[in-house]
């Protein structure tokens, strides 16, 4: 039995849908990120969940009992906000204490769970501080403990890191994540950052206007989007307009460029289609290193540092394409200007229908 | 700003208090004089000893009393409901507020007496009226001091993380809410405690033992004694201020700040 089904879920708001038909199993335990643009629908869906909105249609099962209509304080669900929501008037032990204090639960088995959650968040020196005296990493680790003490069946989390500095950032969703992982609940995790959900999710739900995109690991995701706004939206994507010339042999044709793709790609394509083509930046390489099933010859346009990655614009014909390259201290970068040549494989060669979205 | 322009703001402040304290010294002077060619509290103790103030001051206060405990009871659910669920409607609730201010209390007062003195609805002669009209004016300061309040707090987001811990409306208003705006339901009660003992007009009509008439009715048959009533009022009502900020002081260093 999964532990939480989502069933043919749809919202609307004055005669809009925001959310339409919406269907997701989420197992025990699971880390499940909803992933997409602003106003697609995320923080809407994940209220459903906790009970602050009803859904216009649909059904939602947690643990086998239907809870469509169920009120959010019956449903036992942990609730993380982006803007951290703890009580300005009880201390850091008071916040995390306040769910089982409404459960009548005894002074000492409350002081226990208390600073079982603070060792969990490693704040115990902070137990008796107000809110206001915490930064907001601390913050929200305590908004973390209060949901946690309760017990909760579904652990949901909107945005839960959007408010927070570039490296607390990082540090705190790996720690969420073990937290999770550690105690064992299933969490739904809302984001629009692309990298925060690939790497803290089991699976990851990419939404757009309202829809359900693509369901999968992040690394179906990232490898194999199923649909041209995935491709475009999870990780960064060189897009271009291209022909089928021959579907049997996957020869493309972008401004009478050749381009060869997979079978796999070719399926349900026919000769003369108009389609779109996608690269990821990291699939491209000098054609020095090692010829492919693609070489191409470019004109080497801008260079950016990006950390571990340098990222080298190329013209190729009249489109403009992102190579990722590692970066190390031994890199030779070709100069601005230069004529050069890149390579990759078929498989590297997405097709998708239509026009670019994201 | 000038020199100049710091001592003609000087001036101006001096001349205010001049103009606010001077009648009050005089009142209380004139208000020490009950005893020919003498300083002496003998105005007060008369008052003091007057079976009339014995019974009409403590009155005032009951009815103050009453009066915030309706006024924080009706009008902290309802500036919390407001934010929460119809934040459309608060420009016209809060226009609904100011009615007292339009509304001349003489006017007020007898559209009480009218409505509420035939069947089915007579309870013109119960002290409850008496309270409840007091509530409606002390509206504009109490429900505009507690919607203040609710502006410094998250009241959605907090509702909801309440709600998915499991709390129902009861904790949320008591536990979280009221905490939370707790000082401005002091200040709202001490504007409210200060328009109660000072209200004419209501307390005379509606019959009941109140204070200001009291000091009317001192006024038309005695010569120091009003202005020693007058004085006693205005100490109380000091008193009254100055524990409000000694508690709103540590209240606002002990937790409240920083609501984000
Ligand atoms: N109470 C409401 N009344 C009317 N429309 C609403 C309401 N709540 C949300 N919407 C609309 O529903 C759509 C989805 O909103 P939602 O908040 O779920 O988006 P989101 O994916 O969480 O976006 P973001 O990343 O910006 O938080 C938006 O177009 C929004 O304007
Ligand atoms: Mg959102």
């Not at chain 1, 999710?201 to 939404?207: F, G, K, L, P, T």
């Not at chain 1, 470019?298 to 571990?308: A, P, Q």
């Not at chain 2, 905490?179 to 307390?203: D, H, K």
């Amino acid at each position: 039995m999964k532990h939480l089904i989502l069933k043919n879920i749809s919202k609307e708001y004055g005669g809009t849908t925001v959310v339409r038909d919406f269907n997701l199993e989420i197992e025990q335990g699971e880390f499940v990120s909803f992933l997409g643009p602003s106003g697609c629908g995320k923080t809407t869906t994940l209220r459903m969940v906790a009970g602050f909105e009803m859904p216009t249609t649909g059904t939602i099962t947690m643990n086998g009992a239907e809870i469509t209509n169920n009120p959010p304080n019956q449903r036992n669900v942990g609730m993380i906000f982006q803007a951290y929501a703890l009580f300005p008037n009880m201390t850091v032990a008071q916040n995390i204490g306040f769910g089982l204090k409404i459960r009548k639960e005894t002074e000492s088995a409350i002081k226990e769970r208390v600073d079982e959650m603070l060792a969990l968040i490693s704040l115990q020196k902070h137990a008796n501080k107000y809110p206001y005296q915490l930064s907001g990493g601390q913050q929200q680790r305590v908004a973390l403990a209060r949901a946690l003490a309760n017990r909760p069946q579904v652990l949901l989390l909107d945005e839960p890191l959007s408010a927070l500095d570039a490296k607390i950032r990082v540090s705190l969703r790996s720690e969420i994540r073990a937290i999770q992982k550690k105690m064992g609940i299933t969490a739904i995790f809302v984001t629009h950052d692309q990298e925060e959900a690939l790497s803290i999710s089991d699976r990851i739900v990419v939404m757009y206007e309202g829809r359900i995109e693509q369901v999968g690991t992040p690394f179906q995701v990232y490898n194999f989007p199923e649909t041209n706004f995935v491709a475009n939206f999870v990780g960064t994507l060189n897009s271009a307009e291209a022909e089928v010339v021959d579907s049997a042999q996957g020869l493309l044709n972008m401004d009478g460029i050749q381009f060869k793709t997979s079978q796999e790609e070719m399926k349900g394509r026919s000769t003369g289609d108009k389609i779109r083509m996608s690269i990821r930046p990291e699939r491209l390489s000098f054609a020095a290193e090692l010829k492919k099933d693609n070489v191409l010859d470019c004109v080497i346009e801008n260079i950016t540092f990006l950390g571990s990655v340098v990222r080298i614009q190329v013209k190729i014909g009249n489109a403009r394409f992102n190579m990722d390259t590692f970066n190390n201290p031994f890199l030779e970068l070709p100069k601005i200007g230069d004529k050069s040549q890149v390579t990759c494989s078929q498989e590297a060669v997405l097709v998708y229908s239509g026009e670019a979205t994201a | 700003m000038k020199r100049g322009g710091v001592i003609w703001s000087w001036f101006w402040m001096i001349l205010g208090i001049l103009y606010f304290f001077l009648p009050l010294l005089a009142t209380f002077i004139f208000s020490l004089k009950a005893v020919k060619d003498v300083y002496s509290f003998k105005a007060y103790v008369n008052v003091f000893n007057d079976p009339a103030f014995q019974l009409r001051f403590p009155a005032s206060i009951l009815w103050s009393v009453l009066t915030i405990i309706a006024a924080i009871l009706i009008f902290v659910p309802t500036a919390y409901w407001v934010r929460l669920k119809v934040p459309k409607a608060r420009p016209v609730v809060e226009l609904i507020t100011l009615l007292p201010f339009v509304v001349p209390a003489i006017v007020y007062v007898f559209g009480l007496v009218r409505t509420y003195s035939q069947p089915p609805l007579l309870i013109v002669n119960s002290p409850a009226l008496l309270v409840a009209g007091y509530t409606i004016l002390s509206m504009p300061y109490m429900y505009r001091a507690i919607d203040t309040g609710l502006r410094a707090i998250d009241v959605q987001t907090l509702t909801e993380a309440a709600q998915s811990l499991g709390a129902g409306w009861g904790t949320i208003l008591f536990r979280v809410i009221f905490p939370n705006v707790r000082v401005s339901i002091l200040s709202g009660a001490f504007l409210s405690f200060a328009i109660v003992m000072g209200e004419y007009t209501l307390a005379q009509y509606l019959a009941k033992p109140a204070f200001a008439p009291y000091i009317a009715l001192l006024i038309q048959n005695k010569a120091y004694e009003p202005a020693a009533a007058t004085i006693i009022s205005f100490t109380l009502i000091w008193a009254c201020m100055g524990i409000i900020q000694v508690i709103g002081g540590q209240e606002q260093s002990g937790q409240i700040a920083g609501g984000h």
